[in-house]
């Protein structure tokens, strides 16, 4: 069975940085499409980036670009998202999602992992 | 970018009724169109996929339908335990992205 763990969530002051991890098991990982998806409190989920399965390809939504970095290293089954000059409107939780096998378009959003929160304050 | 909109906002329904919920897409998705169910503190789950297919483990009483700009998720009979949010979601082929609906809430009456 699929399963995802986030962890690296936690308090940071405005202009900081953090980076989460997403630990995989279950699933040939480097087989497979990751994305992050965050969750304002009280709010909807956005898509925040994706990434190919041999890292060749990422992609990000346009209100973190140039701030946040998805990556993954398939030997150790593990997403990252580094996360630089944060904001305040980029407190949520953060989720990691297994998706595409092999292409973007084969697969959903499915498992999510339990998430991460990432709190922006000072 | 293709907008997700879902409606109604909140649905207020009783256990055994059926449940029909909206998401129109502000152009054609195909069937290219899943469904999420997420309850309080819980990550979300998918419940449909590619508009009308139920994922594993998701009870019949779940059905999708629609294709092009409008959707629809219907519970046939409500349980309790299908008192949640529901979330929409497209993916978009190129460039590789996604957009998600804001939700519909399915409270108990």
């Not at chain 1, 969530?9 to 991890?21: D, F």
């Not at chain 2, 419940?47 to 294709?67: E, H, K, M, Q, V």
Request: a neutral charge; charged letters at 15%.
């Amino acid at each position: 069975e699929a399963q995802l763990v986030e962890s690296g969530g936690g308090l940071v002051q405005p202009g900081g940085s953090l980076r989460l991890s997403c630990a995989a098991s279950g699933f040939t990982f480097n087989n497979y499409w990751m994305s992050w998806v965050r969750q304002a409190p009280g709010k909807g989920l956005e898509w925040v980036a994706n990434i190919k399965h041999d890292a060749s390809q990422k992609y990000y939504v346009d209100s973190v670009k140039g701030r946040f970095t998805i990556s993954r290293d398939n030997a150790k089954n593990s997403l990252y998202l580094q996360m630089n000059s944060l904001r305040a409107e980029d407190t949520a939780v953060y989720y990691c999602a297994k998706c595409g096998f092999l292409e973007w378009f084969n697969n959903w959003f499915d498992p999510w992992g339990q998430g991460t929160l990432v709190t922006v304050s000072s | 970018e293709i907008v997700l909109t879902q409606s109604p906002a909140t649905l207020s329904l009783s256990p055994g009724e059926r449940a029909t919920l909206s998401c129109r897409a502000s152009q054609s998705v195909n069937s290219y169109l899943a469904w999420y169910q997420q309850k309080p503190g819980q990550a979300p789950r998918l419940l449909i996929y590619d508009a009308s297919n139920r994922a594993t483990g998701i009870p019949a009483r779940f059905s999708g339908s629609g294709s092009g700009t409008d959707f629809t998720l219907t519970i046939s009979s409500l349980e309790p335990e299908d008192f949640a949010v529901y979330y929409c979601q497209q993916r978009s082929n190129w460039p590789p992205g996604s957009t998600f609906g804001q939700g519909t809430r399915l409270e108990i009456k």
